[in-house]
């Protein structure tokens, strides 16, 4: 027995060591030199892009669980169901009060008459469904007028067989005919990821309702009515160096007047105008007809979520043209002045002192201190002499006011062709900050333009490559996967954006958030359902550059050639001198795994352990779910480093982050 376990023992140490010197003999040679410090590495390198689409803030990162909470969708009982014993003409109307409140107009009046349980109750049905946990508080507000007294609303959250599943009683107060507002919280004693708000009337009364709102207890640093803190935390998690938002194509609307206001975003909720979410009709395969856009995230919260998770914001303003794929709408030129000012109250809102018009509105919304803005987009997806000459106009008058405020200007759509060279060529003459790339292509692509800022001009316009996604099918086909071939084509070309950190200095993945149950557009970076997220594998790619991000690009090479698709491999290597450590990436796309041997010059001592995060599966097409989140998810392993070498073996399909201390 003990002579067949050493034959064992003996077999295994044989084989890892037979193993060991076959990495060793076949392993190919990578240099580093780590002394030769190259391009730095913007603390905005790495971002986020934040769009209200695939139900991404309402339905999605803002809590509210009310869909059509004020009435005003296109169908003003859109989302409510009325349920009444007996039907009684003008038991719940729809009123409109446009002339003394444009921004929100409609609100409900209810009479009550004799009303006990099943009398008379409305229903709501929440985005897909409400996510409700088991003991959590849940919020609920209403704003109200109580015109005749004597009526009790009970509140209600059903499951998804109609049982209660947790309960509330408002009593209204006497309110004259001012609109008065009243919370009541109740907690929930089971989980339901569907869940529906009843609301039922008991007694004799009249009482018009407006804002009927409920919000989960548990929201992002318990803000009332705030952020669903697990898509907050998934963000925090990335250490973004910036936030782009609020678009995208909603930036610019359908039509001019349903483009993004930033000014229509702030202030009391209750007074921000809603509007039709453009991707309410964007895609006739993926219609939404209950897509709106509320702007509980305002721009008051974007400014608040880049600081809370430590990114610098970068708004997107609407440059005086809509959408040029919709209508191409365009602001005639001497009628421009109310878009640029926007942009400039925009900087005061953001930065000046409390004692400015903007300032005073930013401190009263709780934020006396300044946002730091020092970068806003003119512009998302425009392009054509039309544009150019908005942006001289938007130009001048920003930088007259903030010489050192930078600007983001778009190169349009695509990454090439003739549109884009022209924009490109434009845009440089009249000397860019920083140009928006935008690039939804094909994997192959991503792998074959790994150069493409080998040869881009230096110290001139930075590059911002604001919208990218390698698409497994084709762009806006609802078959695009967020599989693992996708994310390393893009991690692949990431090498190349690292690399040329003297040139781009931003970069963000799109779109950022999608509901399982409420998408338009796929792919994207972060899934959720009522409850739930996950990240998917280029979500990994994301964080992994991000958190690993370094300072200073350092020569990483092959045969003296940059490691940009040799054998499907794809590699950079940069230092970080805030921790002292050497960091390299390695991407390898091909089915073969690869012995190499990284050779580190230029540094006096190594420590003898480095870590290897290794993003990896069998199968390049596989992905994450809700119910398989982790499928493919970075796993963290030891490497030895001996005569400042570090050798193994490279996985098939992976991507691999070697971090080792210099000393
Ligand atoms: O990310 C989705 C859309 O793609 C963005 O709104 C737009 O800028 C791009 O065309």
């Not at 190259?38 to 986020?48: D, F, H, L, R, S």
């Not at 919304?365 to 425009?382: A, D, Q, R, Y």
């Not at 739930?532 to 958190?547: E, I, M």
């Not at 690993?548 to 050639?561: A, E, H, I």
């Amino acid at each position: 027995m003990k002579i067949k376990r050493s034959i064992v023992i003996f077999l295994i140490v044989f084989q890892i060591a037979a193993s060991n010197i076959a990495v060793a003999q076949s392993a190919k040679t990578y240099t580093i030199k780590a002394n030769e410090l190259k391009a730095e590495i913007q603390p905005t390198m790495w971002g986020v892009f934040f769009e209200d689409i695939n139900m991404g803030a309402d339905g999605g990162i803002y809590a509210e669980l009310i869909k059509n909470r004020s009435f005003e969708f296109a169908s003003p009982l859109m989302g409510w169901t009325i349920k009444r014993k007996q039907f009684i003409e003008g038991d719940v109307q729809v009123l409109n009060r446009k002339d003394v409140n444009s921004a929100n107009p409609r609100y409900i009046q209810v009479t009550a008459t004799n009303a006990v349980k099943g009398s008379l109750s409305l229903t709501n049905e929440g985005f897909r469904g409400m996510g409700i946990k088991n003991g959590l508080r849940y919020d609920f507000s209403v704003m109200y007028r109580l015109k005749s007294p004597g009526v009790k609303l009970h509140l209600e959250l059903l499951n998804s067989k109609g049982e209660i599943i947790g309960e509330g009683l408002l009593s209204p107060e006497t309110t004259g005919n001012d609109w008065k507002k009243q919370s009541v919280s109740f907690n929930a004693i089971a989980a339901e990821p569907k869940a529906k708000f009843n609301i039922w009337f008991e007694g004799n009364g009249v009482i018009d309702l407006d804002m009927i709102s409920l919000f989960p207890g548990d929201t992002w640093k318990n803000r009332p009515r705030g952020f669903r803190a697990d898509m907050v935390q998934m963000l925090a998690d990335m250490k973004p160096g910036f936030i782009r938002f609020p678009g995208g194509c909603i930036v610019e609307g359908r039509e001019l007047a349903t483009r993004y206001q930033w000014k229509k975003t702030i202030g009391p909720i209750e007074d921000r105008q809603l509007i039709i979410n453009r991707w309410n009709t964007e895609f006739a395969h993926r219609p939404t007809p209950d897509y709106f856009q509320t702007f509980g995230l305002g721009f008051f919260e974007y400014f608040q979520l880049a600081e809370d998770i430590g990114a610098a914001p970068l708004p997107i303003l609407n440059c005086g043209m809509a959408c040029q794929f919709n209508t191409a709408e365009f602001a005639s030129l001497d009628e421009i002045d109310p878009y640029v000012q926007d942009a400039l109250d925009l900087i005061e809102f953001a930065n000046a002192g409390v004692n400015t018009k903007w300032g005073k509105v930013r401190a009263e919304m709780g934020h006396p201190k300044s946002f730091n803005l020092t970068m806003m987009g003119v512009g998302n997806e425009n392009w054509g002499p039309q544009y150019v000459e908005r942006l001289k106009i938007f130009t001048k008058a920003i930088k007259d006011k903030y010489p050192d405020f930078k600007l983001v200007y778009s190169s349009g759509t695509d990454p090439d062709g003739e549109r884009f060279d022209d924009l490109n060529s434009e845009l440089r003459k009249i000397n860019a900050d920083i140009i928006d790339e935008h690039y939804y292509r094909r994997p192959e692509w991503f792998m074959q333009n790994v150069s493409r800022y080998d040869n881009y001009p230096r110290n001139t316009s930075k590059i911002f490559a604001g919208e990218y996604a390698a698409q497994s099918d084709k762009t806006v086909s609802p078959n695009n996967k967020n599989n693992l071939l996708t994310a390393l084509s893009e991690a692949a070309f990431m090498t190349g954006l690292e690399r040329n950190a003297d040139v781009v200095s931003m970069a963000s993945y799109a779109p950022l958030f999608a509901h399982v149950d409420g998408w338009q557009w796929t792919p994207d970076l972060i899934w959720v359902d009522n409850l739930r997220t996950y990240g998917t594998p280029n979500y990994y790619v994301q964080k992994l550059y991000s958190v690993y991000k370094g300072t200073n690009v350092v020569p990483f090479l092959s045969n003296n050639q940059p490691v940009a698709g040799q054998d499907g491999t794809f590699g950079t290597a940069c230092i970080d001198k805030k921790t002292n450590e050497l960091i390299v990436k390695f991407v390898n796309t091909s089915d073969k795994k690869q012995d190499v041997n990284f050779k580190i010059a230029g540094v006096k001592k190594l420590q003898p352990k480095g870590t290897l995060t290794v993003l990896t599966s069998d199968k390049p097409d596989q992905v994450n779910s809700i119910d398989e989140p982790m499928a493919i998810s970075p796993k963290d392993q030891e490497v030895d480093v001996k005569n400042k070498e570090i050798k193994f073996s490279v996985k098939p399909y992976s991507f691999n982050v070697i971090r080792v201390k210099m000393l």
